[in-house]
């Protein structure tokens, strides 16, 4: 029954391109010890019923019993279990339903013929009566804090419309390969699945948008989940920081056997999703992946590259018009201005087209691109926040085609602030921000970057554009930038909202805690 390639695939691909040192491997390690300190505690709140979506087609035996068990022994009681039987020609499968018929909050149909997944979802959300329901496949298991901690959620946030989870995979009873996702990420939402296990959605929301669509079968979670959060504003999805969710891989699941129909179907809902301001293309470092490019307008703007006085300026053969500007922005005639330290050199070609097609998008305030050592290693991949540091970046520890945690380093993404070094934003919206704060001195990016996202706009960084540095730029502490940033931005620093609470940067790498 299980039909969601996205995850399973990201790990079987990160396993192929892994390194000595790489994260996963550094995360991995260390959850083990992660999971028995774990913090299971959540108050059991009076918040409206949640109704569990099962579809259910030939699980073994064992799985199903335990999937359900699952369910049963949630610390949140207001609860039902929807279960579609999709027409499941094992025996075991109607003598298992047909044992638990005398628990109350058990909703069983069974189909009369095997319509797939969509289909079989789509008669479990008929039975359902809750405000929200949560899906679960059937094979895999609930963390029994999980529907508590939805409803902790709910209760905080009325207007949730949308909640998502952290989530692990269970390979023979062993909890691992977590995923501690960042806060809801739009543009990281257009490459994977981010909200996948636990997905958790308002009924009416669900109701509105037509359920799942067959035609999508193989990432049909994943088109439900585009269509949902195209609907709601962001700050009705709501990330739990927690694993409430056990993802079973096995030899049988779906995603591990048709992984073509699954990457085929995610990029159908894409490119419906999109419409006509982009295109979907492979990811051109991992294909099974995928990269959103944005149309350019015909005829193409102005474009100002601006560096700092006897800088040397990369170029891109592919782009024009095109003016150089040497010193700041004044005079800066262009409709997108990009800001480039003097000592870069193109890494791949079309760095330029990437960023001035991301940063002409309404919702986007700045843009930032790869930038590498001279080894080609990733050395900037966009800013994460800190109250002290200020601000952080990650960086591999082993080689240039490290994909980063969960791919990150290859994956188009929203980031709380990118770096000047290299930072794209249309005209416009600089003036309008009064351009970059003396005061923040070397953090004058990350200051733009915030007070732009006060006015509703995000950050975007993209693997796309690369650009590569000839010599690494020399660190430089600014004690007084610092101090007004700390004064200024105090409570956003110590909150990312693209980060997970549970990781930290560590001399540019993840590490859990």
């Known amino acids: 029954m299980k039909a969601k390639g996205s995850l399973a695939s990201r790990f079987r691909i990160l396993h192929r391109l892994r390194r000595r040192r790489r994260p996963e491997v550094r995360i991995a390690r260390a959850y083990s010890a992660w999971v028995e300190r774990e913090s299971q505690n959540v108050a059991v709140l009076d918040a409206p019923r949640i109704s569990v979506l099962l579809p259910v087609y030939n699980t073994p035996e064992p799985y199903l019993r335990a999937t359900i068990a699952s369910v049963l022994a949630q610390s949140f009681s207001n609860w039902e279990l929807c279960i579609a039987d999709d027409a499941s020609t094992h025996p075991h499968v109607g003598q298992v339903l047909a044992e638990m018929a005398t628990e109350s909050r058990l909703r069983v149909v069974r189909l009369p013929e095997n319509d797939g997944i969509a289909m079989a979802t789509n008669a479990a959300l008929a039975l359902a009566s809750g405000e929200f329901v949560a899906l679960l496949d059937h094979d895999d298991l609930l963390a029994p804090h999980a529907l508590a901690a939805v409803a902790a959620e709910i209760a905080e946030h009325a207007d949730a419309a949308i909640v998502f989870s952290d989530e692990d995979q269970l390979v023979e009873g062993v909890r691992c390969r977590p995923y501690f996702k960042p806060g809801w990420n739009p543009d990281l939402m257009l490459s994977q699945n981010l909200v996948s296990h636990l997905g958790v959605y308002r009924k009416t929301l669900i ?5 799942m669509r067959p035609a999508f079968e193989g990432s049909q979670d994943y088109d439900l989940a585009l269509r949902a ?11 739990i920081p927690k694993m409430l969710y056990h993802w079973r891989q096995h030899k049988n699941s779906f995603s591990a056997q048709r992984l073509d129909i699954c990457a085929s179907a995610a990029r159908a809902a894409l490119a419906e999703h999109v419409g006509n301001a982009a295109r979907v293309a492979p990811n051109p470092d991992i294909p099974q992946w995928n990269r959103i490019v944005y149309n350019l307008p015909d005829p193409l703007p102005l474009v100002s590259l601006i560096l700092p006085k006897g800088g040397n300026c990369p170029g891109d053969e592919g782009y024009s018009p095109l003016e150089t500007v040497f ?25 330029l087209q990437e960023l001035v097609s991301q940063a002409l998008r309404p919702e986007i305030g700045c843009v930032g691109p790869r930038l590498e050592r001279p080894d080609g290693r990733v050395f900037n991949s966009g800013l994460t926040l800190h109250p002290e540091a200020i601000a952080h970046t990650l960086s591999p520890c082993s080689d240039h085609e490290d994909p980063g945690y969960l791919g990150h380093f290859l994956l188009a993404r929203s980031v709380a602030a990118v770096a ?17 704060d003396a005061r923040a001195g070397a953090y004058a990016d990350v200051d733009l970057c915030l007070r732009l996202a006060e006015q509703g706009l995000r950050c975007a960084w993209t693997p796309h554009a690369r650009l590569r540095y000839r010599k690494l730029p020399h660190a430089t502490e600014d004690l007084a930038g ?11 620093l110590a909150s990312d909202p693209y980060s997970n609470p549970h990781l ?9 805690f």
Not at 229 to 239: D, K, L, N, S, Y
Not at 327 to 351: H, I, K, S
Not at 420 to 436: I, P
Not at 482 to 492: N, P
Request: net charge positive; with cysteine.
């Open 207 to 211: 109701d509105a948008i037509g359920g």
């Open 229 to 239: 959060t195209a609907r709601v504003p962001a700050v009705q999805i709501r990330h």
């Open 327 to 351: 010193g700041g922005a004044e005079g800066a005639r262009g409709e997108v201005l990009v800001f480039l330290a003097g000592d870069l050199v193109p890494a791949r070609e079309g760095w």
């Open 420 to 436: 000047s070094a290299c930072l794209a934003v249309r005209r416009d919206v600089f003036e309008q921000a009064g351009g970059f």
């Open 482 to 492: 610092a101090r007004y940033m700390r004064g200024r931005w105090g409570g956003m």
């Open 504 to 512: 930290r940067v560590n001399k540019g790498k993840y590490v859990l």
